[in-house]
């Protein structure tokens, strides 16, 4: 498969956890990647990268993870401004570049 | 610190070819550390990879783009440019330019433009 899976729509209750999945077959050989875009069209932020890397600046409440072919972005004790899109970014098996189709996480 | 900045124009007519430019200071394209890409978003829809660049010579496109993208260089203005020809209304989105660290298996865009919005309309 070229393509990276997201569920389109995910809550969570304010103050607890959430795990945003990213489903991929490229994703045994490649890591996936992290963003938050707050409102469509904003700049993305990076959140995660490689092997949970959080680039300075980055709360630690976001981690991330791997299990076979899906990737999961994990927030602990979810907050009002975690309230964004998700996307995850990889390769596909040909090595381009490819995004999934986005998350919307509402925090309740 | 790094900055990328997109410019060009807001309204593009159908079947005509969108040229933008992305000036980046704090950093050079030059740098074999980097690649430099683009990537847009339509309006309410999520993220598409256009196309990089490595080095200022090698350049990788989206398949589903490639016949129409070209990617170019001007190292003596630290720029970039995006041509994307054969403009319909689908192509109507937000551009980013973004620096992506040269990682083969962590892939990773650390550095984004603010975006500029095109619109393809007659």
């Known amino acids: 498969s070229s393509e990276l899976t997201q569920d389109p729509v995910v809550s969570v209750a304010l103050g607890q956890t959430v795990r945003i999945t990213c489903q991929g077959d490229?994703?045994?050989?490649?890591?996936a990647t992290w963003y938050q875009q707050q409102k469509p069209g904003q700049t993305p932020v990076l959140l995660i990268y490689g092997e949970n890397i959080r680039p300075s600046g980055i709360p630690e409440r976001f981690s991330g993870s791997i299990s076979g072919t899906t990737a999961s972005l994990t927030i602990t004790g979810a907050q009002a401004e975690d309230e964004a899109d998700y996307y995850c970014?990889?390769?596909?098996?040909?090595?381009?570049?490819?995004f999934g189709g986005g998350t919307k996480l509402t925090v309740l | 610190q790094v900055r990328l900045q997109e410019s060009g124009p807001g309204l593009v007519k159908p079947s005509q070819t969108l040229s933008l430019t992305c000036t980046v200071s704090?950093?050079?394209?030059?740098?074999?550390?980097?690649?430099w890409g683009w990537i847009r978003q339509p309006p309410g829809k999520g993220l598409e990879w256009i196309g990089s660049?490595?080095?200022?010579?090698?350049?990788y496109y989206n398949p589903s783009l490639k016949s129409r993208v070209t990617i170019s260089v001007d190292k003596s203005k630290n720029q970039f440019s995006l041509e994307l020809n054969s403009m319909t209304a689908t192509d109507t989105a937000v551009y980013f330019c973004?620096?992506?660290?040269?990682?083969?298996?962590?892939?990773?865009?650390?550095?984004w433009g603010q975006g500029t919005l095109v619109t393809v309309s007659s």
């Open positions: 970014n990889s390769r596909d098996n040909s090595g381009n570049v490819i």
């Open positions: 660049f490595y080095h200022g010579v090698t350049t």
């Open positions: 704090g950093a050079s394209i030059s740098s074999p550390n980097y690649y």
């Open positions: 973004a620096r992506q660290p040269i990682e083969v298996v962590s892939l990773h865009f650390d550095s």
């Open positions: 490229s994703l045994r050989t490649y890591f």
